[in-house]
C-alpha cells in the first residue's frame, strides 16, 4: 500500500528565507508524486508533478522538488518566501496499485513572518 | 480559476437529513474525484468516476453514494447525516483515468447540525 507521510504540521520562516518542506512516501512500485498549496478557503492547487524523468522538477511560484528514490523523498523547497507563499501544502503520491488512486500527506502549514 | 465548479458553496442541515452536492469538472475532462477534508481526518479520498463509470473507490461510507452523468457532472449523495459527516468536500477533475494531475474545485462546506 502507498502511504505519504508529511515532516512537520506547521513550518515557520522568515520572509526571504529558504522554505523546506518534507515528504516522504511509501510506494512498492514507481510512484507519481505531487504538492499541491491550498490557500484559505479554496481548493487544491497542483504546485508540482513529478511523473518520469529528470528528477528535480520545478513549479509555480518559484517553487521545485527533488525526488529521491534512494531516500523516498520529494521535498518541496523554494529559496527565498515570499509573505504570499503562506498556506497548506499537501503533498501527494499515485501508482497504479489499487487503481491509480491519491494519498494525500496530511498537510503542512507554513507560516512566513515579516 | 480551476474550471471546476461545485454547489452549493456552503450547506448547513440536520442530523439523519440527506443532501446531494454537485460538481461540474473542467471543460473535457472525463475524470471526477470527491475528497472529504476534515480537521482530525485531513483530506481523503472517497471516490473516482471514469466517463460515467466508477473507476477507485476510497474511504466512502455506505451512507454515501455518487454518480456521474452523461454530461459527466457529477453529484454525491450523503444520506443519514451524522454531526461526524461536517467536513469540506471538493470535486476534482483530470483529463484521462489516470489522475496525473487533479484539477480542484473550491469546495462545499457542510456543517451538519
Known amino acids: 500500500a502507498q502511504s505519504v507521510t508529511q515532516l512537520g504540521s506547521h513550518v515557520s520562516v522568515s520572509e526571504g528565507a529558504l522554505v523546506l518542506l518534507r515528504c516522504n512516501y511509501s510506494?512498492?512500485?514507481?510512484?507519481?508524486l505531487f504538492w499541491y498549496v491550498q490557500y484559505p478557503n479554496q481548493g487544491l492547487q497542483l504546485l508540482l508533478k513529478?511523473?518520469?524523468?529528470?528528477?528535480l522538477v520545478k513549479g509555480i511560484n518559484g517553487f521545485e522538488a527533488e525526488f529521491k528514490k534512494s531516500e523516498t523523498s520529494f521535498h518541496l523547497t523554494k529559496p527565498s518566501a515570499h509573505m504570499s507563499d503562506a498556506a497548506e501544502y499537501f503533498c501527494?503520491?499515485?501508482?497504479?496499485?489499487?487503481?491509480?488512486?491519491?494519498?494525500f500527506g496530511a498537510g503542512t502549514r507554513l507560516f512566513v513572518k515579516a | 480559476d480551476s474550471g471546476v465548479t461545485q454547489t452549493p458553496k456552503h450547506l448547513i442541515t440536520a442530523t439523519g437529513q440527506r443532501v446531494t452536492l454537485r460538481c461540474s469538472p473542467r471543460?473535457?475532462?472525463?475524470?471526477v474525484y470527491w475528497y472529504q477534508q476534515s480537521l482530525d481526518q485531513g483530506l481523503q479520498f472517497l471516490i473516482q468516476?471514469?466517463?460515467?463509470?466508477?473507476?477507485a473507490k476510497g474511504n466512502i461510507l455506505e451512507r454515501f453514494s455518487a454518480q456521474q452523468f452523461p454530461d459527466l457532472h457529477s453529484e454525491l449523495n450523503l444520506s443519514s447525516l451524522e454531526l461526524g459527516d461536517s467536513a469540506l468536500y471538493f470535486c476534482?477533475?483530470?483529463?484521462?483515468?489516470?489522475?496525473?494531475?487533479?484539477?480542484f474545485g473550491p469546495g462545499t462546506r457542510l456543517t451538519v447540525t
Open positions: 513529478y511523473t518520469t524523468g529528470a528528477t
Open positions: 501527494a503520491v499515485t501508482s497504479d496499485t489499487g487503481g491509480f488512486k491519491t494519498i
Open positions: 510506494s512498492s512500485v514507481p510512484p507519481y
Open positions: 468516476y471514469y466517463n460515467g463509470e466508477e473507476r
Open positions: 476534482a477533475s483530470s483529463a484521462g483515468r489516470v489522475s496525473y494531475e487533479q484539477y
Open positions: 471543460s473535457g475532462d472525463l475524470s
